[in-house]
C-alpha cells in the first residue's frame, strides 16, 4: 500500500550538504515510523536516522549525530534528511522505509517499505 521513491542525492565535496527527500504514497502516511539507511560497496546496509510518526521522536547513527536531522511533513506525505558536514564516508546508497507499527527502529528488518534508493557521493 505504500512506495517510497527518493530523490536529492548527488556529488559533494566532503564539509558540503545535502538534502534527501522521501515522497510517499498512501492515505495512511502517518501512521508510519520512517527511516533511513545507506549502504556502501561492499557493506552492509547500515541505520542512518529514524522518525517515529508523531515525529516527536527521533534516533541517529553514531557517525551522523550532530551532522544530520531528519524531519517529515505528514502533510506532504515527505520525509527528509538534512545531511551536513559530509565526510568521504557518508558515500553510499541512501534508502528510505516505512515501518508500519509506528515506532521506528535501528534494524533493516524491521521495516515493511524501501524505496529505489539515491546515490550520494562525497569526494575529498
Known amino acids: 500500500q505504500v512506495q517510497l521513491v527518493e530523490s536529492g542525492g548527488g556529488l559533494v565535496q566532503a564539509g558540503g550538504s545535502l538534502r534527501l527527500s522521501c515522497a510517499a504514497s498512501g492515505r495512511t502516511f502517518s501512521s508510519y515510523a520512517m527511516g533511513w539507511f545507506r549502504q556502501a560497496p561492499g557493506k552492509e546496509r547500515e541505520f542512518v536516522a529514524a522518525i517515529a510518526w508523531s515525529g516527536s521522536s527521533t534516533d541517529f547513527a553514531d557517525s551522523v549525530k550532530g551532522r544530520f536531522t531528519i524531519s517529515r511533513n505528514n502533510a506532504k506525505n515527505t520525509v527528509y534528511l538534512q545531511m551536513n558536514s559530509l565526510k568521504p564516508e557518508d558515500t553510499a546508497v541512501y534508502y528510505c522505509?516505512?515501518?508500519?507499527?509506528?515506532?521506528?527502529?535501528?534494524?533493516?528488518?524491521?521495516?515493511?517499505?524501501w524505496g529505489q534508493g539515491t546515490q550520494v557521493t562525497v569526494s575529498s
Open positions: 522505509a516505512a515501518d508500519r507499527s509506528g515506532l521506528g527502529s535501528k534494524w533493516p528488518v524491521s521495516y515493511d517499505y
